[in-house]
């Protein structure tokens, strides 16, 4: 299974945009790049997913770099609510299987 | 929205005894997981379903088994539990094989093995 590779932890200000990093560089052709979050007490929650084109949705936008070997994960206005643990996760082929890393910890000062 | 609950938030359970953990989901998903998650470890994958009364093993399945007997309920146990097995379990669904397909997750269920 391809590995992700992110920092540990980031500090933001409220209000300004974060990014977030993640090298893949084992990918493979077939592996879609997918970013989760984890907020205290809770579960992981989706936040987006691309193959190879930048995608936007209401909660993020993921930057995919031409070669694929590394992605960022962008939050144009962070707020406290954002405070959580980031994970960069390779979807395993057709199996479904999410492989989760260390993820990082994203800090955001009011 | 998807709702993927669990039995309980926390459960305290003692060495030797069996220990079951459900999860339900309300989207008529195909797949189910479970996931434990510890400290310095992240999240690891025991068992997953892709059907009703299929299962497959994950990452860690050793001293846990897994029944789906209905295609909403997944459920994990725990034979003998313990000490070890203490920990964060997180049960999640998606709707169909595709490998991009979104998870969701419940709340998790935060069981102590004394």
Redesign the interface.
């Known amino acids: 299974d391809a590995k992700t590779t992110q920092p540990n932890s980031m500090e933001s200000n409220e209000e300004e945009p974060v990014h977030l990093p993640c090298n893949h560089s084992t990918i493979s052709g ?1 592996d ?1 790049i ?1 970013w ?1 979050r984890q907020l205290p007490s ?5 936040v987006i ?1 691309g ?1 190879t084109s930048n995608v936007n949705n209401r909660m993020a936008s993921l930057a995919i770099a031409e070669d694929r070997k590394s992605s960022t994960l962008i939050l144009h206005r962070a707020t406290l609510r954002d405070a959580a643990v980031y ?1 960069c996760i390779l ?13 990082t910890t994203l800090q955001v000062k009011p | 929205d998807v709702k ?1 609950t669990q039995s309980s938030r926390y459960l305290v359970k003692r060495t030797g005894e069996k220990v079951f953990l459900e999860c339900v989901q309300d989207m008529d998903h195909e ?1 189910m ?1 479970w ?1 434990r998650q510890d400290p ?1 470890l ?4 025991i068992y ?1 379903s ?1 059907d009703v009364k299929m299962k497959e093993k ?1 990452d860690i399945p050793e001293g846990y088994s897994v029944s789906r007997e209905k295609k909403e309920r997944f459920s994990l146990i725990l034979e003998s539990a313990s000490t070890n097995q203490t920990s964060m379990y ?1 049960c ?1 669904s ?1 709707l169909g ?12 269920t935060r069981l102590l093995v004394l």
């Not at chain 1, 809770?42 to 989706?46: K, V």
């Not at chain 2, 992240?42 to 994958?45: E, N, Y």
């Not at chain 2, 094989?97 to 998790?108: I, L, M, V």
Request: aromatic share 22%.
């Open positions: 077939t879609y997918h989760y809770q579960g992981p929650e989706y997913h193959l994970y979807l395993s082929g057709n199996t479904g299987k999410l492989i989760f890393g260390q993820g | 993927v797949n997981f996931y310095g992240g999240l690891r994958l997953f892709y994950g997180l999640a998606s094989p595709a490998d991009q397909e979104t998870q969701y997750f419940g709340p998790g």
